[in-house]
């Protein structure tokens, strides 16, 4: 399968530190999911065609999820695939938002991608608890972290909805980062020779179907 053996060559390439009965499990179970198009212990433990019972491989698959070594060897995984994923480019669009992870809501999941012929490809991501969403220390610590994993020559355009707050905003310009971010209507901006405040909501009713550029404003006030 193709997208295994690039996988395969360019894992084992640049992710010497990551034991090879690990990786080579791994990408078993890439290829199973691929195979099988279901994430879940069960679906890829039936989608392992290699002879063996199926009750074995589904609990090979719980043993390569659960397995510590594995957990701890996603940073080294996720630097060599976002050196995949981007390639050469300088100044890569970089998604990033909160999203749900359980029906309950009880846990969030904060990505990052880049979106790829329509879709978005995952770079980067980690899970929470709900009382850490949003929480300004947390996305603090995750924008480092997809820093370290990012390659050398990166200088990405952060885009993100609303609901990101100024912290947010001024770490993404310590990185040395752009950014472009979605405005709440319930916000408010004045122009910066103008004293008058106007929330966002009221500006959105002037927009047409063609960009325009207010010039530069203060947005601050709630």
């Given at each position: 399968?193709?997208?295994?053996?690039?996988?395969?060559?360019h894992l084992r390439k640049h992710c010497q530190?990551?034991?090879?009965?690990?990786?080579?499990?791994?990408?078993?179970?890439?290829?199973?999911?691929?195979?099988?198009?279901?994430?879940?212990?069960?679906?890829?433990?039936?989608?392992?065609?290699?002879?063996?019972?199926?009750?074995?491989?589904?609990?090979?698959?719980?043993?390569?999820?659960?397995?510590?070594?594995?957990?701890?060897?996603?940073?080294?995984?996720?630097?060599?695939?976002?050196?995949?994923?981007?390639?050469?480019?300088?100044?890569?669009?970089?998604?990033?938002?909160?999203?749900?992870?359980?029906?309950?809501?009880?846990?969030?999941?904060?990505?990052?991608?880049?979106?790829?012929?329509?879709?978005?490809?995952?770079?980067?991501?980690?899970?929470?608890?709900?009382?850490?969403?949003?929480?300004?220390?947390?996305?603090?610590?995750?924008?480092?972290?997809?820093?370290?994993?990012?390659?050398?020559?990166?200088?990405?355009?952060?885009?993100?909805?609303?609901?990101f707050r100024t912290p947010w905003f001024r770490?993404?310009?310590?990185?040395?980062?752009?950014?472009?971010?979605?405005?709440?209507?319930?916000?408010?901006?004045?122009?910066?020779?103008?004293?008058?405040?106007?929330?966002?909501?009221?500006?959105?009713?002037?927009?047409?179907?063609?960009?325009?550029?207010?010039?530069?404003?203060?947005?601050?006030?709630?």
């Amino acid at each position: 399968m193709r997208a295994t053996q690039i996988l395969d060559t360019h894992l084992r390439k640049h992710c010497q530190g990551v034991h090879q009965k690990r990786m080579t499990a791994l990408l078993t179970i890439t290829t199973a999911l691929i195979t099988g198009k279901k994430l879940t212990v069960t679906g890829l433990g039936r989608a392992i065609c290699n002879g063996t019972q199926t009750k074995h491989n589904i609990k090979r698959a719980d043993r390569l999820i659960g397995n510590v070594a594995m957990n701890q060897d996603r940073g080294e995984i996720y630097k060599a695939m976002a050196k995949l994923s981007i390639g050469q480019q300088h100044r890569p669009v970089i998604l990033i938002d909160w999203s749900d992870v359980s029906a309950d809501r009880e846990f969030h999941m904060l990505r990052a991608s880049i979106p790829v012929d329509g879709r978005s490809m995952t770079l980067y991501e980690e899970s929470h608890h709900q009382r850490h969403d949003g929480n300004p220390h947390v996305q603090k610590r995750f924008l480092q972290q997809l820093k370290s994993i990012l390659p050398r020559h990166c200088h990405p355009i952060i885009v993100t909805d609303a609901g990101f707050r100024t912290p947010w905003f001024r770490t993404v310009e310590e990185m040395g980062w752009d950014f472009v971010g979605r405005v709440g209507g319930h916000m408010m901006l004045s122009s910066k020779d103008e004293h008058d405040w106007v929330r966002v909501e009221k500006v959105f009713e002037t927009a047409t179907s063609r960009g325009r550029y207010l010039g530069q404003v203060d947005l601050v006030r709630q």
